[in-house]
Nanobody, 123 residues
Framework: QVQLVESGGGLVQPGGSLRLSCAAS????????MDWYRQGPGKQRELVAT???????NYADFVKGRFTISRDNAKNTVFLQMTSLTPEDTAVYYC?????????????????WGQGTQVTVSS
């Protein structure tokens, strides 16, 4: 199995910055895409940013120019650098990682979610 551990959330003032991390561990053979989602109070979960195995990135319009997604392939870790935060960015942030894992039957796909980390933007 593949486990994800997120860190880096917290309370920050408007205009501030935070950096989220998500480390994947387990019987990983390869990782394809790594994503960050968020779910604000009373809202549906929404995609924030994606990074592929080749490093191609995509961002939701509401974070373009403010957030940066990156990954450390050697450490199976994805990051989300968030700047110019506003109260509207308040949410639980989740990472999602997909790829191939080793199993007793050979290789199998996996699609794992982190436990979520709270980001609160408030003065």
């Amino acid at each position: 199995q593949v486990q994800l551990v997120e860190s880096g959330g917290g309370l920050v003032q408007p205009g501030g910055s935070l950096r989220l991390s998500c480390a994947a561990s387990g019987s990983i053979f390869s990782i394809s895409a790594m994503d960050w989602y968020r779910q604000g109070p009373g809202k549906q979960r929404e995609l924030v940013a994606t990074i592929t195995s080749s490093g191609t990135t995509n961002y939701a319009d509401f974070v373009k120019g403010r957030f940066t997604i990156s990954r450390d392939n050697a450490k199976n870790t994805v990051f989300l650098q968030m700047t110019s935060l506003t109260p509207e960015d308040t949410a639980v942030y989740y990472c999602n990682v997909r790829g191939l894992r080793r199993s007793q039957f050979g290789l199998a796909t996996f699609d794992s979610w982190g436990q979520g980390t709270q980001v609160t933007v408030s003065s």
